[in-house]
C-alpha cells in the first residue's frame, strides 16, 4: 500500500439494549480490524444502543466531552491508533425530551476531532413497523465534513447517517471527497428494495468512495435491520460486503482510482446548476 491509499474498516454490529455489552463488541471489533490494517474505522448508527423503547435513548444521553460512552471511544481509538468514526451516540438536545443523534470522530490519539448531527429523521409506517424518530430526535443542521491528513496525504470524507442516503442534495451540498461514511441501522423492510441502489447511486453520481457501516440483524427489540456493510468504489463497484451478524469489512482508497474515475468521465465538471 502507498502513500496515496489507506485502508478503511466499517464494523457491523446487531446491538442490543445494553451499552456496555455494545461497547465491548465494538472493542473487539475494532481491535480486530486494526490488527487487519486498517487506520480508519467506522462504527455502525446506534452502535451503543437499540433500546427496547424508543425512549431509552434519552436515559443514555450524554453531554458532549463527558460520559463513559465519549471515554470509551477514545480509548478504544487510543488503544488501537487508530481513527474512529464512532456511529452515532445520543447527546443532549436543546428540547427537552429529545436527544441528538450525532456522529464523533476520533484521532489515535483519542482526541475528538470531528463531528456530525444527523439532519433527515427516518419516518415509517405500516400496519406492522412504525418508525418516527423525530419524537424523541431533534434534527441536525449542518452538512458533515471530515478532514485528515495521513501519511502526508489529505482525504476529505462526507460525514452522513442513514436516512440521510435518500436526499442527494445533500450531497451536492458536501462538495467534492474522496469518501463519504455512512453509518446506518436501515430496517430489513427498506433495506432489502433500497439499501445497495441508493449506496452506489451516491458513490457514482459524486464519483467517490461509499463505506457504510451497519446494523445487521434480529435485535431484542423485535426490530430487524438488513446489514450488508459495503464498500463501493467510484464507479459504483461493490468491493466488499458483509450480509449480516457482526464483525467487520475492510478495503482500500486510493487516490490513483479517484483520478482515473473523475478523468476518464468528468461528470463532476460537467455539472450546470
Not at 124 to 140: H, W
Not at 164 to 181: A, K, N, T
Not at 213 to 220: I, L, M, V
Not at 226 to 240: A, H, Q, R, Y
Amino acid at each position: 500500500m502507498n502513500s496515496s491509499e489507506i485502508q478503511i474498516a466499517a464494523i457491523q454490529m446487531v446491538s442490543t439494549p445494553v451499552p456496555e455489552e455494545n461497547l465491548e463488541t465494538a472493542s473487539r471489533l475494532i481491535k480486530a480490524a486494526a490488527e487487519a490494517g486498517a487506520q480508519i474505522a467506522v462504527l455502525p448508527e446506534y452502535f451503543c444502543l437499540m433500546g427496547l423503547k424508543d425512549t431509552d435513548k434519552l436515559q443514555t444521553s450524554e453531554e458532549l466531552g463527558k460520559g463513559p460512552i465519549q471515554e470509551a471511544l477514545r480509548s478504544i481509538a487510543k488503544a488501537n491508533s487508530i481513527y474512529l468514526v464512532a456511529g452515532t451516540i445520543p447527546l443532549q438536545a436543546s428540547i427537552d425530551n429529545k436527544v441528538l443523534n450525532t456522529t464523533l470522530v476520533f484521532n489515535p490519539a483519542g482526541e475528538q476531532i470531528g463531528r456530525y448531527d444527523k439532519i433527515h429523521l427516518f419516518g415509517f409506517e405500516t400496519e406492522t413497523e412504525r418508525y418516527a424518530e423525530a419524537e424523541t430526535i431533534e434534527s441536525g443542521n449542518q452538512p458533515g465534513i471530515l478532514d485528515l491528513n495521513i501519511n502526508g496525504i489529505n482525504w476529505r470524507f462526507g460525514l452522513s447517517i442513514c436516512y440521510d442516503l435518500r436526499f442527494p442534495e445533500l450531497y451536492r451540498s458536501i462538495g467534492p471527497v474522496d469518501c463519504h461514511i455512512i453509518p446506518a441501522a436501515f430496517t430489513y423492510t427498506t433495506g432489502k428494495d433500497h439499501w445497495e441502489i441508493l449506496l452506489r447511486a451516491r458513490a457514482i453520481e459524486n464519483q467517490c468512495y461509499v463505506l457504510a457501516s451497519a446494523q445487521g440483524g434480529q435485535h431484542q427489540n423485535s426490530r430487524r435491520t438488513w446489514g450488508n456493510s459495503m464498500l463501493i468504489d467510484p464507479w459504483g463497484t461493490v468491493l466488499t460486503y458483509l450480509p449480516e451478524g457482526e464483525g467487520f469489512i475492510s478495503g482500500i482508497l486510493s487516490k490513483n482510482k479517484l483520478n482515473e474515475v473523475r478523468s476518464k468521465l468528468p461528470a463532476l465538471k460537467h455539472r450546470k446548476l
